[in-house]
């Protein structure tokens, strides 16, 4: 017992550090922000997706190196869409955290989820679609220097729905 107290007191200690050095980055209030994301989540998502603001030429590039962003094959008459197999798989884990992190915080993800659930997506098809669409809000934040905010991320639910389509 003495052992997993020890224990826990050492994470919440280096969750404290974490969060304290993730605080003084320039990214930080803008990764915040974002519903979902913690200090220990941002930071890992940050750390994976590196902080050089030239990295990625657009929110397609970022979803790609995520590996949220899906491959549609099409021949004939056939299509589908499969998820990518070829990404960083710290990377993908930490954005379909951070999505299904963003479910109790953002009515406008909540919404846009149940959307695709109630078009027969399973749950992790839903979670990945959500990271994509979390990971361009991202982009488009970082590409800003705006903070999040709901109502701008997350447009009315007829258009939620319109975009699970």
Same mark, same amino acid.
């Given at each position: 017992?003495?052992?997993? =107290?020890? $224990? #826990? ?7 404290? !550090?974490?969060?304290? $050095? /993730? ?10 922000? *974002?519903?979902? *994301? &913690?200090? =220990? ?7 994976? /997706?590196?902080?050089?603001? #030239? ?7 970022? @979803? ?21 197999? %070829?990404?960083? +798989?710290? $990377? ?7 999505? /299904?992190?963003? $479910?109790?915080?953002?009515? &406008? ?5 149940? %959307? *695709?659930?109630?078009? &027969? @997506? ?8 959500? %990271? #994509? ?10 590409? +800003?220097?705006?903070?999040?905010? !709901? !109502? ?12 699970? %389509?």
């Amino acid at each position: 017992m003495a052992v997993l =107290v020890s $224990l #826990n007191q050492q994470i919440a200690a280096l969750e404290r !550090e974490l969060g304290e $050095l /993730f605080d003084r980055h320039p990214d930080a209030e803008i990764l915040r922000s *974002l519903a979902g *994301l &913690g200090s =220990v989540l941002g930071a890992r998502v940050l750390g994976e /997706f590196g902080d050089d603001p #030239n990295r990625y030429a657009d929110a397609r590039g970022r @979803k790609a190196y995520a590996g949220t962003a899906p491959i549609t094959k099409a021949s004939g008459r056939s299509r589908v869409v499969l998820a990518r197999v %070829a990404r960083n +798989r710290r $990377l993908a884990d930490a954005c379909e955290r951070w999505a /299904f992190s963003s $479910l109790s915080s953002s009515p &406008g993800a909540r919404r846009y989820y149940d %959307a *695709l659930r109630a078009r &027969g @997506k399973t749950h992790s098809q839903a979670t990945r679609q959500l %990271a #994509n669409r979390s990971v361009g809000i991202l982009h488009a934040c970082l590409e +800003r220097r705006a903070t999040y905010r !709901e !109502e701008v991320a997350w447009p009315a639910a007829e258009e939620v729905i319109r975009l699970a %389509a």
